[in-house]
């Protein structure tokens, strides 16, 4: 009889406008998950390191223009570059928790109005599937109150705005798993139920094959 595949890490995404608190509470979940026995690693997109990263980031900071259809597939490629590693680090049981994901790419770009959503969508067709995406959900007044704006390109509250509206679109995809969270809850609070969240994630897709993005 062939031995049971090994169990395998599961991949979940954490999205929402900024300063909803995605990259503290992927740093606390990775954490909570390591200090519990489960092997969990961080990523973050755009991973600025890579040369494509650097691009990314200088169009980010107004360094650099880049036209729009060439900065949203600059984005899918950052993820694409990631994808052999990441797979390895499921495959090996590592659960993989990414700050930004495809869903960031899409509702970015289509924001800036004469973009189709289906045009958005698909160089990241076939990507590693989420198996959770975890939407951190804040109103504007809220997140407004976490304090300004940085200077980077998107971050005003006009764009957030529409941006969100096409995180809500995305998110009536019924074929994903996502769970909206409060993110207005304490730190401590909103890590408590993430935690419990990915745990019950982890348990369930252990045995299950992972799933390709939008196909
Ligand atoms: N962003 C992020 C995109 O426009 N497309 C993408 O595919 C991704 C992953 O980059 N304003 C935008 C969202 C952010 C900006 O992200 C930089 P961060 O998390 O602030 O480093
Ligand atoms: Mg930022």
Request: aromatic share 8%; with cysteine.
């Amino acid at each position: 009889r062939a031995a049971m595949a090994a169990r395998r890490g599961a991949l979940i995404a954490l999205e929402g406008v900024d300063r909803a608190g995605k990259s503290t509470q992927g740093r606390r979940l990775v954490e909570a998950l390591r200090e519990a026995g489960h092997p969990a690693d961080l990523l973050r997109f755009p991973d600025r390191t890579t040369e494509i990263g650097q691009l990314i980031s200088s169009y980010l900071g107004r360094e650099k223009n880049l036209e729009d259809h060439t900065i949203h597939l600059l984005f899918s490629a950052n993820r694409w570059e990631h994808v052999p590693m990441m797979k390895e680090k499921l495959q090996q049981g590592i659960t993989v928790v990414v700050d930004r994901y495809a869903f960031s790419g899409v509702a970015f770009t289509s924001a800036k109005g004469n973009f189709g959503l289906d045009w958005c969508k698909q160089p990241d067709v076939g990507l590693p599937k989420p198996d959770l995406i975890l939407f951190l959900q804040l109103n504007p007044e809220a997140a407004a109150e976490r304090g300004n704006f940085g200077q980077e390109r998107y971050e005003t509250s006009s764009f957030q705005e529409k941006v969100l509206q096409c995180f809500y679109c995305l998110m009536e995809d019924k074929s994903l798993n996502w769970k909206t969270v409060d993110a207005s809850k304490s730190i401590e609070d909103l890590h408590r139920e993430i935690k419990s969240i990915a745990k019950e994630t982890m348990q369930e897709v252990q045995n299950k094959p992972l799933g390709e993005l939008w196909k």
